[in-house]
């Protein structure tokens, strides 16, 4: 078991382990992170399971019996956009794997609510009961709305690729739907929360409130879109590097 700093790192929606890859090679002057690179049924190295329709309790199951398996020690937990649905549930199931939960631009319903509920099916700001979409997720074509939420701040080959891996990958509508169990607040780890201040998905009044309900003990701001692995990936490895050291 290796006594360094290790990370655990889980995606998003329509997103794999693919996504940290520009993440992880940043700062290539230093040495590069012990991490952990975990997908969700559908997603990533796992797509060809996107027929299933696991429950949460069985996907987080699965990710803590990989995290137990990589023998990393304590690791501080990573979780972008909708993977905040599911690291409460991973860290209160086997606390001993984490050492300090980062929620990065992270949704994170209401204990009782789903992922979908807390974003509802409206454009943003329609609602103010709800996160919304920055266009009509009813009418809108799939790579179009694909391309509002993830190109904000990406070149044109790199938003291109980003879209042929991200039609790929099928976050499970069972876990999109399903009730979380439970919000940070009684978890025994520390966690932090990074507010992306350029996010088209989720705004900064919304992290700050998916912040609350993770109960975190320490913000920070990245001045990124929703994608800042891929657009700021040398400051956010940085800003990681900075909370693994000193913590929250």
Sequence with gaps: ???????????????GSWCWSRL????ESQQPPQALLLDVPGCGLKRARSHENPTLAEVVAELNTEVLAADLGPAILVG??????????MA?????????LVFLSACLPRRGESVMDTMGQCLAGQDPGVVGWPVDPTSAPPLELLG??????L???????LLQEAVQDQWPMSLATAPVP??????????????????????????????????VKAMYTLDAP??????????????????AAHGP
């Design 1 to 15: 078991m290796s006594t360094k700093p290790s990370f655990v790192f889980l995606h998003g929606g329509q997103h």
């Design 24 to 27: 992880l090679s940043a700062n």
């Design 80 to 89: 972008h956009s909708m993977a905040g649905s599911l690291m409460p549930s």
């Design 92 to 100: 209160a199931q086997a606390p001993q794997l984490y050492s300090h």
């Design 148 to 153: 509002a939420m993830f190109g904000p701040g």
């Design 155 to 161: 070149d044109g080959p790199t938003l291109q690729h």
């Design 182 to 215: 439970l919000d940070g607040h009684l978890l025994t780890q520390p966690s932090s929360y990074i507010v992306t201040l350029q996010d088209p998905i989720l705004p900064v009044p919304w992290q700050g409130r998916f912040a609350e309900r993770a109960a």
């Design 226 to 243: 929703h994608e800042s692995f891929i657009s700021h990936p040398s400051e956010l490895m940085t800003l990681l590097s900075q909370i």
